[in-house]
């Protein structure tokens, strides 16, 4: 069975009615204002994800029913919310698993790869530091971990979670860096897009993603993320004449780029430098804005 070019979710216009497939990623249980419990499932495709909610007498039944990460047979209706958002969620009104279907039409994939690539490259050339291109040229001539910061997701659930989803945030946050490079003279442009490139190089190891079930594995749930890039930038600039004050301020960047640890987002030190500074908001953009356009 394959999936109508109108029912693939980034082809959503206006609200109707469908009968269509989806990949279930995920499903919960929520409460209505009235307090009635009512399903909520993220359904998938490859041109992205959209909310299912389904109100039922039987909702703690269906819910038991549902498989994730299977492909669900689903009749409802499309509905844009907010109107005139461009948004859309479905409302269900029955679904039943699928038997049948191209399972390449429910895998997300990063789109136009070969121009991400392009401008990352780029991105590393445009850095005249000696110092620090050397540590950029030296981390990507490594084929292996080349192979993986090119096909990792940049998170499980949230943003940017799919195969090449952390090419794509990186080179996002690349570009609002150079921007606010741009816009204060006073900011070390090397360093700030050296930290752009690098800020999240420890996703490579925190999961799992030979299929399209993303999971955090051993290793990203014992040291997360920011520590395993820190030591893996540590690794690298122990090996290469790299000045001490700028080894520490980069090592800092990645430390520090989920912000304020008051935030009790991750980071082990508060942002210090201007850079630090930039690079948090340059990374809490491309994360909350991508997530909001889902």
């Known amino acids: ?32 204002k009235n307090n009635k419990p009512y399903l909520e499932l993220t359904l998938q495709d490859k041109t992205g994800q959209i909310k299912g909610r389904m109100f039922t007498k039987q909702t703690y039944k269906e819910f038991d029913n549902i498989e994730v990460n299977s492909v669900w047979n689903i009749v409802g209706k499309i509905q844009e919310f907010p109107v005139g958002s461009g948004k859309y969620n479905i409302l269900i009104k029955k679904l039943h698993i699928s038997k049948k279907y191209e399972k390449d039409e429910f895998i997300r994939k990063i789109e136009h790869y070969d121009s991400h690539v392009k401008y990352l490259r780029n991105a590393i050339k445009g850095v005249e530091n000696p110092h620090l291109k050397k540590i950029l040229t030296t981390i990507f001539e490594d084929s292996e ?21 952390l090419l794509v945030h990186t080179n996002e946050v690349i570009e609002i860096c150079e921007t606010i490079s741009n816009i204060y003279e ?17 996703k490579i190891k925190t999961y799992d993603y030979d299929t399209d079930d993303i999971e955090v594995n051993y290793e990203g749930r014992m040291l997360d993320h ?45 942002p210090k430098i201007p850079e630090a500074i930039a690079l948090h908001h340059a990374d809490d953009i491309s994360a909350k804005i991508t997530d909001s356009l889902e």
């Open 1 to 32: 069975m394959t999936k109508k070019e109108e029912d693939f979710i980034g082809n959503f216009k206006g609200n109707r009615e469908i009968i269509s497939q989806f990949l279930v990623k995920t499903k919960e249980i929520k409460r209505t």
């Open 145 to 165: 971990f080349k192979h993986k910061f090119f096909t990792a997701p940049a998170a499980k659930i949230h943003h940017h979670n799919y195969t090449g989803g």
């Open 186 to 202: 006073g900011i070390n442009h090397d360093l700030l897009i050296t930290g752009a490139i690098l800020h999240d190089i420890g």
């Open 226 to 270: 920011i520590f395993i890039g820190a030591n893996m930038l540590e690794t690298v600039v122990e090996k290469i004449d790299t000045p001490k004050t700028l080894r520490i301020q980069l090592i800092h960047m990645i430390l520090s780029h989920h912000g304020k640890t008051e935030l009790g987002w991750g980071s082990t030190v508060d």
